[in-house]
């Protein structure tokens, strides 16, 4: 590329005089891994060579010396839906049912790479060119055991022409059992997209029998990466392409349970008398983090109870007393008179 | 725990089931399953004892006072606190009459054991406070006061009730509980209730206190009415004075009490006389002065043994009972 500064060039500069020349709009390389060295001539005014950079005076790209960052992709660049039994019926109009917390269900999540992706060509001898998606599950989702179904969704499936594939996929690799839980799918290997004029950039997968969080919240962040090449023995992946910032899944997808037959049994109904009262009802879901597991867990749990205003507790601590058929472990309470209505307390 | 102030029923519970995460740091509640419902609590009325309630009146309780105001003191303890602006009913057994509501309402007064300080306003600004006519309050005289500070539980009070006219006629705990006669003895007692200050429910000009607001009820304490009203005046005069002839009697009588429909007249006839047992037109008398002029309006017999008071036990022979219908008022 020819480079002429602007309002021309000047009559002369001094031999060692540094010389800047901004350059806008230029495209960053898809693969971090571009060589970051650019060659630098410099031409007398009838195209006759002057100077050239040598390879000891390549110079980095990134200010600083770093190198190229990998793209964010966008939460508005994500899409996601969650599907199977039990859906609970949004009371908002239009909005999507929610999944029940603490069952099993098939996350479908979609993916406009920020950056385009190269495709796998058919022909004899082309180089091997493929792309990594590599999902990695905040800890509210619970990966349950046992071999699934997978679907890749555009550029992960597998075969096929358009821009809404979708094929059964295997991962490259799978693993729900250590310190992170990951999924890595190959893909830009359908060799029938390659030389297409128009190919969709997105990619994802869907993917069953991932068990809800146990409470109606926001997940953490996914990390969902893209990577041009992987190496499953380490589960690391390099020339990171795209990743995501932090994404997640906001409590709205969810629905929590209801609880059924409420009952006390007070020791004394009369009125203003000082009293024990058992109070009894039946859970609809789990709740996790029970007794020794619970430090290990890093989950507390608890039970909140708005009584009526009408019950007061007066001086006297309250000593809860919690009977469950796998309730381990004892109980506290503490008691907030001034508390207004909070479902969270 | 300690129960609501009043019966009314406790309102929704809710609970929830939550959870955290307490690492790395630990973050908020979230909510795995909840349920607002009705807790479906009602309190039951505490019972103020009974030992604890008494009744003191005029030095001597004597029907005598029947035409006059009468004052008379309860007091209870309570069972438990009447928070300000509750209410403290004292029902008063319904052979007592209250003559002039405005009065009794005026000198309503609540007052603790050792001192004169007026706990309770009285809650009367309408005539519905007082509607004795109004069945669906309480066919039974009351009073209601307003408690103008907490009272607290386990405290003696004394309303001082006034403007009662006492029964008209002889009443005796003692006599009623050795006849066994516990219906009577019910009817007797004064009963007191307290209510919460949401209790008073206001229907055009008249009201109630709602039972829903309840906090207390105890029944104790009793008035005994010893002393009959004298008759001022009392004359016979027969007509034929020859002895051992059948003779018709002139029986002349002023009371202080009102005589009342189907009230019951005897007289007791010198033992050297004999009524001639009802039989035809043989025993009948006739009201002259005082009473309905028709036939019927008096009517008489000899008594019989049920009819004979045992207390004073004359012959039958010599007992008149007089029944009386269409008093004049």
Not at chain 1, 243 to 254: D, E, K, L, R
Not at chain 2, 153 to 172: C, D, H, K, W
Not at chain 2, 187 to 211: I, N, R
Request: a negative charge; aromatic letters at 8%; glycine letters at 8%.
């Amino acid at each position: 590329m020819l480079l002429t500064p602007a309002g021309g060039i000047p009559t002369a500069f001094a031999s060692t005089e540094p010389l800047t020349i901004e350059c806008s709009h230029w495209r960053n390389p898809v693969l971090p891994s571009f060589p970051d060295v650019y060659s630098f001539y410099t031409y007398d005014f009838n195209g006759k060579l002057i100077d050239r950079s040598e390879a000891a005076d390549a110079f980095p790209v990134v200010p600083g010396g770093g190198k190229y960052a990998a793209s964010p992709i966008a939460d508005q660049d994500i899409t996601y839906s969650l599907s199977g039994a039990g859906m609970i019926p949004s009371t908002v109009a239009g909005a999507p049912a929610k999944a029940p917390i603490q069952s099993l269900s098939t996350y479908k999540v979609s993916i406009v790479s920020p950056v385009p992706l190269e495709v796998a060509s058919p022909a004899a001898g082309a180089p091997a060119v493929a792309c990594y998606l590599e999902v990695e599950f905040p800890r509210e989702l619970t990966i349950a055991a046992g071999s699934r179904a997978y679907k890749g969704l555009g550029l992960l499936a597998t075969s096929g022409k358009g821009n809404s594939l979708e094929t059964s996929v295997t991962p490259v690799l799978e693993d729900f059992s250590g310190p992170r839980a990951l999924v890595v799918f190959k893909g830009c290997a359908n060799t029938a997209l390659h030389g297409q004029r128009k190919v969709s950039t997105v990619l994802g997968f869907e993917m069953p029998n991932i068990k809800n969080p146990y409470a109606e919240q926001d997940t953490s962040a996914f990390s969902i990466k893209i990577f041009a090449s992987y190496d499953v023995a380490t589960k690391t992946g390099s020339q990171e392409i795209a990743a995501t910032t932090a994404f997640v899944i906001p409590a709205s997808a969810y629905g929590s349970g209801a609880l059924t037959d409420i009952k006390v049994t007070p020791a004394n109904l009369v009125v203003q008398e000082p009293t024990s009262q058992d109070w009894q009802f039946t859970i609809q879901n789990e709740i996790p983090g029970a007794g020794a597991a619970a430090a290990a867990s890093g989950i507390q749990a608890g039970v909140h109870i708005h009584l009526p205003s009408s019950f007061t507790t007066g001086n006297t601590a309250i000593t809860p007393k919690v009977t469950g058929a796998s309730i381990t472990g004892a109980a506290t309470a503490t008691v907030d008179k001034t508390a207004v209505y909070d479902p969270l307390c | 725990m300690q129960n609501p102030a009043t019966v009314q029923p406790a309102g929704d519970v809710r609970i929830t089931t939550v959870m955290r995460y307490t690492t790395p740091a630990a973050g908020r509640w979230y909510q795995i399953d909840t349920l607002r419902a009705p807790s479906d609590f009602q309190a039951t009325v505490g019972t103020i004892d009974g030992a604890k309630i008494s009744v003191d009146g005029p030095t001597t309780n004597t029907a005598m006072t029947f035409a006059e105001m009468q004052t008379y003191y309860f007091r209870f303890t309570t069972k438990h606190a009447v928070p300000r602006g509750g209410f403290v009913k004292v029902v008063i057994p319904r052979a007592f009459t209250v003559v002039y509501p405005s009065t009794t309402t005026a000198q309503l007064q609540c007052m603790g054991a050792n001192d004169k300080v007026n706990y309770c306003s009285v809650f009367a600004t309408s005539a519905g406070v007082l509607n004795l006519a109004d069945p669906s309050q309480d066919e039974r005289p009351f009073v209601i006061g307003m408690a103008k500070v907490d009272l607290p539980m386990n405290t003696e009070f004394t309303l001082r009730v006034a403007g009662l006219q006492n029964p008209r006629y002889v009443i005796s705990w003692a006599a009623l509980t050795k006849a066994g006669d516990t219906a009577q003895l019910e009817k007797m007692q004064w009963e007191v209730q307290t209510f919460g200050p949401a209790a008073w429910v206001q229907t055009g000009s008249t009201g109630k206190l709602s039972a829903d607001e309840q906090v207390d009820v105890g029944k104790g304490g009793h008035v005994d009415v010893d002393k009959p009203t004298p008759i001022s005046a009392f004359s016979a005069e027969a007509v034929n004075a020859t002895n051992g002839v059948e003779a018709t009697y002139y029986l002349t009588w002023s009371t202080v009490l009102r005589t009342l429909q189907h009230d019951r007249f005897y007289v007791e006839f010198p033992p050297e006389t004999e009524l001639i047992p009802t039989k035809g037109d043989a025993l009948a008398c006739t009201g002259l002065n005082g009473f309905a002029q028709h036939t019927g309006a008096v009517t008489c017999e000899r008594a019989y043994a049920p009819y004979a008071p045992p207390a004073t036990k004359p012959k039958t022979k010599q007992l008149l009972i007089m029944t009386f219908a269409d008093v004049p008022t």
